[in-house]
């Protein structure tokens, strides 16, 4: 059996998760579709042959996923994701429908269940397998998934691998409970330094871990060799809000991050519980109060879809218009559907998915501060 894993071509006004980010490569992002590539590593070491391309760096369209499929004359092609309920997604892969050598829109233990399994329960193991594997598609090695042009842009985006795992169990997240893990400073101040002389002015660099803030010890010295190494470098990446102190904010305004993501998820105690977030409100105040002091720019990613109640979404819009009084500004808010991924400890979760109309007031208020476009 041979399999083509591939990230598809992006249309440039059309995503098709309502999450922007995403490892298995299925938004609009310029995120390594990381997941992804782990599964296609990790099968292709099991019992099949596996090959990876990625569509939407090259700028490729759905003729040339077609004119390639020929070519490769596979036995059939599935996709991995995890978005299969939302109808835009589903239109997105409507030139493949007629291709009866495609199997798309199917998740991974549909095709190889002890895959799946070991991708689990051996997160290190299947990393080290993509760490090997990775160069034999881009020829890369030094740089190995680091290189990736930015979508739908003039410039490209060099996606830095920070680090990897969480110290985190959020319900809904791939990462959850895998073992966090920084790299050693000085190999990313290496790698930085390595893009900042082959990079062009527009190009974009994005941190990539769980949270640079997790390991304070880690961010102090990061910080202090980048001054000294690559002062003017600046970046993107994601934070945890919740360990976002008056120091760590300091340190963070230091690094260089340009625009830091913060995923609280919800406003509400009862709701960042029913995400199983690690952070409270009061947490997720104090850390943006504390980013806002020290002139850190961040968006904040908030989610529904889990089976939250009236008293959530009264107690959000209660502690939406605390933080906006308190002067709390995100520069934009991502906001959208929770889809859970088979294998997520939500996927199992009773009640997700049940939309209240109250969830369109508290949108309402999120429009009218503000924190989301109209
Ligand atoms: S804190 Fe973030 S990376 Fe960690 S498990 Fe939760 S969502 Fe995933």
New binding site residues.
């Given amino acids: 059996m041979k399999i083509l894993f591939f990230n598809p071509p992006l249309y440039a006004d059309k995503y098709y998760t309502e999450a922007e980010e995403c490892c298995f490569g299925m938004a609009g992002k310029p995120v390594v579709p990381h997941n992804l590539l782990r599964i296609a590593s990790t099968i292709s070491n099991f019992r099949v042959k596996a090959t990876f391309k990625d569509y939407a760096i090259e700028n490729k369209t759905w003729p040339d996923v077609l004119t390639d499929l020929e070519d490769y004359n596979l036995a059939f092609t599935p996709i991995l994701h995890g978005g299969t309920a939302h109808n835009r997604y589903l239109a997105y892969y409507e030139p493949l429908h007629h291709n009866k050598k495609v199997v798309a829109l199917c998740y991974p233990d549909a095709i190889a269940p002890e895959v799946y399994q070991y991708l689990r329960l051996d997160y290190d193991a299947s990393l080290r397998l993509m760490h090997q594997w990775i160069p034999r598609f881009n020829g890369n090695s030094q740089i190995n998934y680091s290189l990736y042009p930015y979508h739908n842009t003039a410039g490209k985006v060099y996606v830095v691998q920070a680090g990897t795992g ?5 319900n ?2 791939v ?3 895998k073992k966090y893990q920084l790299r050693p400073v000085d190999d990313v101040i290496n790698q930085l330094s390595h893009i900042d002389r082959v990079r062009a002015p527009r190009d974009e660099i994005f941190l990539l871990s ?2 640079i803030t997790s390991d304070p010890e880690w961010l102090q010295r990061f910080v202090e060799e980048k001054t000294k190494w690559l002062p003017n470098i600046r970046f993107y990446g ?1 934070i ?1 809000v919740g360990e976002v102190t008056e120091a760590i904010a300091s340190l963070l305004k230091k690094s260089g991050i340009m625009n830091a993501t913060v ?1 609280a998820e919800a406003l509400s105690d009862g709701w960042l519980r029913k995400f199983r ?2 952070w409270t409100y009061d947490s997720i105040k104090r850390g943006l109060l504390a980013l806002q002091k020290a002139d850190v720019t961040y968006h904040l990613i908030l989610r529904c879809g889990i089976g939250e109640t009236q008293a959530d979404i009264a107690e959000s819009i209660r502690n939406l218009v605390e933080l906006n009084n308190l002067g709390v500004k995100p520069d934009y808010v991502q906001w959208g559907k929770i889809y859970p991924y088979p294998g997520t400890d939500i996927s199992t979760l009773e009640g997700k998915q049940e939309f209240l109309p109250e969830l369109k007031l508290y949108v309402d208020w999120l429009k009218d501060l503000g924190w989301i476009k109209r």
């Fill in positions: 969480c110290k985190y169990n959020c809904f997240c990462w959850a409970g769980s949270q994601d945890g995923g977030k690690p």
